[in-house]
Structure formats: C-alpha cells, structure tokens
C-alpha cells in the first residue's frame, strides 16, 4: 500500500492488486457489502481450505486470487466510505474508523492496481517488466490530481473493470 500527501491535503492510497477468480468475485460484488462482510468471507475461505472443501463451496484454488479479490473490493468500500465522510454524511451509528475519518479529511483517493507481470522476488525474477516499468501505474496513481477517479483498479495506466474481467 502507498500512500502520499500532498500540500494541499490531497492523497492517494494505492493498493497494487491483481485481477481475481469468477466465482470470488460473484460473492464480493454486493454494493452493499462491508468491511466486516469481507473479513467474514476471507475467514470462510481459510476455514473451507483447512477443512478441504473449499472447491465444494465456490472457492476457487488460489489464496493469492481471494486476497486480491479481497483488495480489490476493499479499495471500492474505503473509497466509498471516504466519499461519505467528505461530504459530511452520517454514517447511521455505525462507527467510523480514526483512519477513515482521517482519509475524508484530506481527501485521499483509493485506488487499487496491477504492475504487470515483474521481475521480482514474488515472480522468481521471470517478469518480463522491470520493478520501475511496473512502478509506472502506482506512480500515476499517487500522483493524480483532485477530483480525480477514486475506487477502481488499475494497470497500465487505465482503469480496468475488474468484476468483468
Ligand atoms: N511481480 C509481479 O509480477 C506482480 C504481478 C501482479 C501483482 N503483483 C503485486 O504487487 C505487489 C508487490 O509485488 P512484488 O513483485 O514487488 O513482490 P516482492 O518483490 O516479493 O516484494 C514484496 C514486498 O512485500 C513485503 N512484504 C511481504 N510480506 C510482508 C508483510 N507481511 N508485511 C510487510 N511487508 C511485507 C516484502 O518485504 P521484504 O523484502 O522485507 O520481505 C517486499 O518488500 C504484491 O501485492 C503482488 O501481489 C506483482
């Protein structure tokens, strides 16, 4: 995760994800869905993998899918959450987190993104894009101006409709 403050009270929060599994994606698109909506469906996940039945259950076989599903619906409920706090909405008793308070404050953009296939540790040094060709995307995020869009995924320097994909 990146995040960057600017003069102005501006900023940007980058999560750097990665498209996900059909039938995850299926059971984290509600609008309505929650922070604690995701924890609960992660903590499913590792409990279905342990039990080994996680396949019976719609799970797809792939940690590193879930989690980036998890990132990715995670950016559009902090952005979300970030644009109510900004324009002063209540939040109907529900509690508003310090961090998230803080967030609509100084405006901060969310956004998560796709680097591309890297040569890194993670890809055992097989990307075919250098770590700073990958940086590109993040970098551009950071520094989008005010007003810019919040609560999408990214790569290669476009927004990319991830539940589509
Ligand atoms: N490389 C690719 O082709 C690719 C493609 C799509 C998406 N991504 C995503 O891009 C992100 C960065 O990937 P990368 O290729 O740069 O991976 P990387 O070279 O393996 O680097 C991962 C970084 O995460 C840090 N890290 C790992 N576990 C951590 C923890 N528990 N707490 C704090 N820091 C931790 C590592 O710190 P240490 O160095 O101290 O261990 C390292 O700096 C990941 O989210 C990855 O899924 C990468």
């Known amino acids: 995760m990146l995040m960057r403050q600017r003069s102005t009270h501006e900023g940007s929060i980058i999560f750097k994800s990665h498209v996900s599994m059909p039938c995850v994606r299926s059971k984290i698109l509600s609008p ?16 279905h ?12 076989n792939t940690c590193y899918g879930v989690s ?10 902090l952005a979300r959450e970030v ?13 508003v987190l310090w961090e998230e308070e803080e967030l609509a404050e100084r405006r901060i953009l969310v956004n998560s ?7 890194t540790d ?23 101006p005010d007003g810019s869009p919040t609560g999408e995924y990214w790569t290669e320097g476009h927004i990319v409709d991830w539940t589509k994909t």
Not at 37 to 44: G, N, V
Request: glycine residues 12%; aromatic residues 6%.
């Open 122 to 144: 993670m890809s055992s040094w097989g990307g075919t894009k250098t770590a700073a060709q990958g940086a590109e995307t993040p970098v551009k995020l950071a520094l989008l």
């Open 113 to 119: 993104c796709c680097p591309g296939y890297c040569a």
């Open 32 to 47: 309505q869905l929650k922070k604690e909506d995701i924890i609960q469906l992660t903590e499913s996940f590792v409990e």
């Open 68 to 77: 980036k599903s998890a990132v990715n619906a995670y950016t559009r409920i």
């Open 49 to 60: 993998v342990q039990k080994g039945d996680h396949s019976v259950h719609g799970w797809p």
């Open 83 to 95: 644009k109510e706090e900004g324009k002063g909405t209540e939040k109907g008793g529900q509690e």
